[in-house]
């Protein structure tokens, strides 16, 4: 019997030390679009990614929409009309100045994708003559087919092409190396931050990124309540190694975190009940607005926000009369009166009606350009189902001109979850920031889904590239600092030691314990006497069960390093559970043992952050960010004239 041979070399304790002015940690949308635009004010760049670039983070298989792309020819809204529409949505808990970044400038980041050589318009005319594409520019749009501001796109060619223009500019580019640290020093009386710590995932050489500014771009985390040793890769709707360490080692490093609180009911995950994203037949998001139907083939009747029944496919797609837009997939669940689209009814509703389970989705009652642009680009270029979902279906004989898909769970849902099997879904806690999307320790930025609130991928490029020029005008004249050689020393100590373990356990069981404990003390229902043990259950693993995960080689140490950062994220979201306390709707976060809904005393950001291992809480006023348009153009007179030239 042959023993397994290592494939890559052993380089387990060698050091590797780079330099750069801007260095950037995720090469997903964000990383990408915020290394670009550093590279294109003569910066130079570096970025960090654990996986492969090309085809790393949440838009790495593809993503069949942008969102809020406000400026684009044939939109009817403005970029403030959309931003300060999403702030009342959520009652103020939103991160204003990045849905108006978000608004303002991701058209400009779509253009940008088109000169890369990625494909935004239907320029082989596949859909000519559809009701959701403008025949003169070709652009086709989703959701409100009035005002225009949600894109249909071929997401799976994106990435692809920002690597190619990665390259193009010259940005050093380190695939396969997770970074795991942040170095700060203090500089003139205040903390800065001056880099990064990692390890080659392959090689286990572990890297010092020296850097006059940093920007994190990595994931929101994930598998905190949800895992399944056996289903790793369908635990999450994100790609696997997409689980929060920027969270992580942002809070350990002293960063300011808000909204960490706030948790949703499960939506995607096979580690809980769920069918694969995507995979089952409804009618929200990607599926908007397939035709629904009940176990008899009756079909199911859509609405407007007053409850006018909808005659014909095409009117799911306009706002109601006196209605001027609304607003659809990303965040947006339930959206309040004013902002509330075409949709069916209620599943109670229904049920009183007689209507009958199960419910299944029949793309052959739609006209064939809808039926086309949702099973075979939606479903298809939307993440994780271009191969599982639509290939396979096909594969396996699935034709929507003829037959349905079921739903699961209530209504159309992709299941039925418990309220204690949580995600960070719908607008998640994040970074805490200013105008800059600078962090509150001078030379560290955020973008992406490192940014509390953040939304879908029209946010991720259009946040990246602005934190990554803010960040290139910050260090004109700044000098990088030496790294701290005692940081270095315990960061070096803390990621080899799960090699030097000999009879010890699985990263996978620790997973586990931590998705448990959350589970049973973070559920939906919270008070301080659970939150509090369950705080206490976590630092029992910190001390008793971390010292005893086992890593074989390098990939395996990655594994282990991911869910010792999940650990602490489950730490931070327990803690800032504690803080907040009273109840909170738009918050979904409720505590028996303060069950008063939004008081006016607590209608702020509860901010979060470590200081000498003990967390410190912090209060910032929910409109914070003042009157976004005129903040924004304050601070990017620059950005605007060039757009403008």
Known sequence: MSTYQWPYKNEIGQEEEVSCDVLVLGGGLAGCYAAIA????????????????????????GFDHWESACTNPCSQVTPKEIAEAYIEEQDYYSNGIAHY?????????????????????????????????????????AYDYKNRFTLRVWGSTFKPALYRELKRLGVTVYDRTEATA?????????????????????????MIF????????????????????????????????????????????????????KSVKGEFSAAGRSFPPYGTGNNHNTWYAATMVDARGVEIPYVDRDGKELKTVSERYYPAPGQKFFLKGGVIDEAKYEYRGPETLPFDELIKRGYQLPF???????????????????????????????????????????????SYGNGWQSAAFLSQERQLFGAPGGIMHDWDLKTN????????????????????????????????????????????????????????????????????????AVSKA??????????????EEGLALLNSY???????????????????????????????????????????????FERSDYPQMDPEADKCFITIRQENGKAVKGRVPLGYFGDVEEEYEKRNQDYIGSRLR
């Open 38 to 61: 550093a590279a294109r004010k003569g910066k130079k760049v570096i970025v960090v990614e654990k996986g492969a670039t090309e085809r790393s983070g949440a838009a790495g298989s």
């Open 101 to 141: 970044i978000e608004c303002r400038e991701g058209y400009d980041r779509l253009l940008d994708m088109e000169s890369f050589g990625g494909k935004v318009r239907d320029t082989e005319d596949e859909f000519k003559g559809a009701e959701f594409r403008d025949e003169e520019t070709k652009l086709m749009f």
């Open 182 to 206: 942040l170095l700060t020093a203090v500089v003139n009386g205040k903390k800065r931050g001056t880099g990064a710590l990692g390890m080659n995932v392959r090689t286990g050489k572990f």
């Open 210 to 261: 020296r850097a006059k500014a940093t920007i994190l771009t990595m994931s929101r985390p994930a598998r905190v309540w949800l895992f399944n040793p056996d289903l790793v890769g369908l635990c999450e709707f994100r790609p696997t190694q997409s689980i929060g360490s920027g969270h992580a080692m942002g809070y350990r490093a002293g960063i300011e975190f808000t909204m960490m609180e």
């Open 360 to 406: 299944y989705a029949d793309l052959s009652r739609m006209p064939e350009m809808e039926r086309k642009v949702i099973w075979g680009m939606m479903v298809g270029e939307e993440g994780k189902t271009k191969i599982p979902i639509l290939e396979n279906y096909t594969n396996r004989g699935f034709d929507p001109e003829k037959h349905m898909l079921q």
């Open 441 to 512: 320790i001078d030379g560290i930025y955020a973008a992406g889904d490192q940014l509390f609130a953040s939304d879908c991928c029209g946010f991720a490029a259009a946040t990246g590239y602005y934190a990554g020029r803010k960040a290139a005008d910050s260090i004109e004249d700044v000098e990088p600092a030496v790294p701290d050689r005692q940081q270095i020393e315990a960061e070096k100590a803390r990621l080899y030691a799960p090699l030097y373990v000999e009879d010890g356990t699985d990263w996978r069981e620790l997973n586990m």
């Open 518 to 531: 959350m589970q049973n003390y973070c559920g939906g229902i919270k008070c301080s006497a659970l939150l």
């Open 542 to 588: 910190e001390k008793e069960a971390v010292p005893l995960v086992k890593a074989d080689n390098p990939h395996e140490l990655m594994r282990a390093h991911e869910v010792f950062d999940i650990l602490e994220v489950a730490k931070m979201i327990l803690q800032a559970c504690l803080f907040r306390e009273s109840s909170s709707k738009p918050l979904c």
